[in-house]
């Protein structure tokens, strides 16, 4: 998180893209209409003039477009990947089995939209902050499908594993954890920290759903360049705060989820799910390294301990 200790500008950035996204990419299978919901006013100006193709006239107004614009394209394949993973977890094993644990929420709707979650507790862990503003913002949506238990966490400094279990999250119970967009953010330590507590509290039957950065020379180009760009027009970058401190090969993620007892079912670059779902891939390179691992643990495998 941003040294201030602030609130996450890139959970509003990926809300941005799903505000744009809705309706319009990947239709029939991508819908988030609590996104817009979501955003304060003038969150919402750069949203409305991508959705309207109205490319803004000056600098700043123009990188605040192509960055919420290449977000949105992003988040169609991301959202609809994961919602799936979702989906099959709770076909598998009913509503009344399964618990979904939502690690650096931010602005994240599905526990307003998405409607397999219903009967279905839902924890969202987030940084203090980010969670504090979220609370406030949600105060405007209409009833969830699945109100989330709130469980302030920074994975940096406190105790992911006691905090849950203070929340009421099983270990007894399959989980499907989400990891949408935050290990960018965590140093490897961390990262591998959080494994291990989610190790620890999944049962047989639990999903794990990652979505990292893996380190192609292309990415970390097109981050570098978001970044001079944004000083050059004097705009904000999101990511000043919040800079990249891990990306993985997928080998080196492959074999962190192995360590925790699970298996890995897929794992995706972004640039091959938008092919996938017919949405737009204008920043190939950056498509290409973002990656979504979904990794089981088996049913009939040991309970965690
Ligand atoms: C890009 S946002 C992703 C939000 C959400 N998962 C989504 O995809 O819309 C990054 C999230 O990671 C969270 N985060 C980053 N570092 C964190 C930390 N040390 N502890 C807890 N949360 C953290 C932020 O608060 C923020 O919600």
């Not at 994961?82 to 009913?94: K, N």
């Not at 705060?241 to 492959?254: I, L, V």
Request: net charge positive; aromatic share 4%.
């Amino acid at each position: 998180m941003g040294g201030a200790g602030g609130a996450s500008r890139t959970a509003i950035l990926v809300c941005q893209g799903r505000a744009v996204a809705h309706g319009r990419l990947a239709p029939g299978r991508f819908d988030d209409p609590t996104a817009l919901a979501l955003l304060r006013p003038a969150e919402r100006v750069a949203v409305e003039q991508v959705r309207a193709d109205a490319v803004p006239v000056g600098a700043r107004p123009r990188m605040a477009f192509e960055m919420v614009r290449a977000c949105g394209d992003a988040m169609a394949p991301r959202t609809v990947t994961i919602d799936d993973a979702v989906r099959e977890v709770v076909a598998r094993h009913g509503a009344a089995g399964t618990q979904v644990v939502i690690l650096g929420a931010g602005l994240d709707g599905r526990a307003w939209q998405l409607r397999e979650l219903a009967g279905i507790p839902v924890f969202e862990v987030d940084h203090p902050a980010t969670q504090r503003e979220k609370r406030e913002r949600a105060g405007g949506l209409a009833e969830p499908v699945s109100a989330p238990v709130y469980v302030p966490v920074d994975f940096s400094r406190d105790d992911l594993g006691d905090a849950l279990a203070a929340a009421g999250h099983r270990e007894s119970a399959p989980t499907v954890w989400i990891w949408e967009g935050v290990v960018p953010y965590l140093t490897r330590g961390q990262t591998l920290g959080t494994l291990q507590v989610i190790a620890a509290r999944s049962a047989p039957g639990s999903r794990l759903i990652i979505q990292y950065h893996s380190p192609t020379p292309g990415f970390a180009l097109g981050r570098g360049a978001a970044a001079v760009l944004s000083r050059l027009t004097g705009s904000e970058n999101p990511m000043a705060r919040e800079p990249n401190r891990s990306a993985w090969t997928p080998r080196a993620m492959g074999r962190a989820v192995a360590a925790g007892g699970f298996t890995v079912t897929r794992d995706d670059t972004l640039l091959v799910l938008a092919r996938r779902f017919d949405t737009p891939a204008r920043h190939r390179q950056s498509l290409r390294g973002t990656r979504i691992l979904v990794a089981d643990r088996p049913a009939g495998g040991p309970s965690p301990g």
